[in-house]
């Protein structure tokens, strides 16, 4: 089946250093969603992507859709304390966008 | 601000119990879904309803079943809970097609179950 390889799987990093995690994959996508979760919360919407190439950003947060359309990547610029949480890629299907397919996750660790 | 609500957040109970975990949206969005989540693993989807009266199985087998009988409401429920059923369950929701932000998920806070 369709997978998204996550990477990397984990980060501790210092308070204050970029962060860079990817997803990818061998499969074509037409959207790519990037999430967030807290502890005990449910995800919560990054960034989406819509259109190969493109670049988004949201604060200190940029995504970009792959121009393959079979990646896409999240930075964090100058992380803060908060940002600790579970990252999430999720990507819709090019040819049947019934099913959204996840990444297992990045597991970010910021320490102040 | 979250407008999808799960009840309970928390909940513990005995093997054997029936329990039904409530999901409601307010966004009007016809599509729904159930996922199921052990901590800081990934998603898995179990059921998913495209509308009133339609549910479907997602990609992991459970044992659960749902219902949707209203467009805002999407309940989960467990006939006989055992301890595998142990998990964080999250349901989430998002608009139809041609609809603004139609391939955007929308999530609950989640229900953590434990089974003893």
């Known amino acids: 089946g369709q997978q998204l390889n996550q990477s990397p799987q984990s980060m501790f990093i210092q308070e204050g250093e970029d962060v860079s995690m990817n997803c990818t994959s061998s499969?074509?996508?037409?959207?790519w969603l990037w999430y967030k979760q807290d502890p005990g919360e449910g995800p919560v919407l990054l960034i989406a992507?819509?259109?190969a190439g493109e670049l988004t950003s949201n604060g200190r947060l940029t995504a970009q859709f792959g121009i393959t359309r079979k990646d896409s990547f999240l930075n964090i610029s100058a992380s803060i304390p908060s940002d600790v949480g579970i990252y999430f890629c999720?990507?819709?299907?090019?040819?049947?966008?019934?099913?959204?397919?996840w990444g297992l996750g990045t597991s970010l660790a910021v320490n102040p | 601000e979250a407008d999808i609500y799960q009840t309970p957040r928390y909940l513990v109970i005995g093997t054997g119990k029936k329990i039904t975990l409530e999901c409601s949206q307010t966004?009007?969005?016809?599509?729904m879904y159930w996922y199921q989540q052990d901590p800081g693993m990934e998603l898995h989807l179990i059921h998913y309803?495209?509308?009133?009266?339609?549910?479907e199985k997602g990609d992991l087998s459970s044992e659960s079943t749902v219902s949707r009988i209203r467009t805002e409401h999407f309940p989960l429920t467990l006939e006989s809970a055992r301890p595998s059923h142990t998990s964080q369950y999250l349901c989430?929701?998002?608009?139809?097609?041609?609809?603004?932000?139609?391939?955007?998920?929308?999530f609950g806070a989640g229900s953590r179950l434990t089974v003893l």
């Open positions: 966004m009007g969005h016809d599509k």
């Open positions: 989430a929701s998002r608009p139809g097609q041609g609809s603004s932000g139609a391939n955007v998920l929308t």
């Open positions: 499969s074509i996508f037409n959207t």
């Open positions: 992507l819509y259109k």
């Open positions: 999720a990507a819709y299907n090019a040819g049947n966008n019934r099913k959204l397919i």
């Open positions: 309803s495209y509308g009133v009266n339609s549910t």
